[in-house]
Structures are given as C-alpha cells and as structure tokens.
Nanobody, 121 residues
Framework: QVQLGESGGGLVQAGGSLRLSCAAS????????MGWYRQAPGKQRELVAG???????NYADSVKGRFTISRDNAKNTVYLQMNSLKPEDTAVYYC???????????????WGQGTQVSVSS
C-alpha cells in the first residue's frame, strides 16, 4: 500500500503564491507518474500538473506559466509551486501516483486526502 500525505494549502489573496507538498511512503521514482489534480465545487476533477519517473512534465493550459511541478527524490516528495494565483484556482488539490505493470497488465492509482486552496479576489 502507498500513502500520500498532502500539505501546504490555505487561503491567499489573488496574485499570491502557495507551495503544495506531497510526501509518499515509497520511492517516488517507482511510480510511472505523479501529479496534482484539483476539483472545484460544481466541477469535475482535472489534471493540473504531472511528472513522469523520467522527469517529463505537463500542465493544464490554465496554469501554464504560473504553476511548476517538481520533486525531491531523496525526500520522496513532489511539490506544486503555485504563483500568480487567481480565484479560479480555488479548489481541493489532490496528489496522485500512478503505477503500471505490463506482465500481467495491471495499473494502480493512489490518492492523497486533498488539501484546500482558496484564493480571494
């Protein structure tokens, strides 16, 4: 089993910054990918940023240029640096770890409990 512990959420004003942390109970390089998702009231959960085991990153168009995903392998921790925050960024943010095995084929998704990010105008 894998545990993902999230922290760093809070209430900030528009234009401010927050840094989210996701600490995994296992070597984060053992996952095929890790990422941050968010879900706002009345909206479906969406991928915000992802990073593969090889270090490739991708971002939702809405956060490109403002958010940065990174990791500290020694600490088994993935970060999401959020700058120039907007009220539209208000949501519960969830850490995700994805694992795939090919023989036999199987896949796993592990989720953190979520951390609230609120941005006031």
């Amino acid at each position: 089993q894998v545990q993902l512990g999230e922290s760093g959420g809070g209430l900030v004003q528009a234009g401010g910054s927050l840094r989210l942390s996701c600490a995994a109970s296992r070597d984060i390089l053992s996952f095929n990918a890790m990422g941050w998702y968010r879900q706002a009231p009345g909206k479906q959960r969406e991928l915000v940023a992802g990073i593969t085991g090889g270090g490739r990153t991708n971002y939702a168009d809405s956060v490109k240029g403002r958010f940065t995903i990174s990791r500290d392998n020694a600490k088994n921790t993935v970060y999401l640096q959020m700058n120039s925050l907007k009220p539209e960024d208000t949501a519960v943010y969830y850490c995700n770890a994805h694992e795939i095995a090919l023989v036999p084929y199987r896949r796993y998704d592990y989720w953190g409990q979520g951390t609230q990010v609120s941005v006031s105008s």
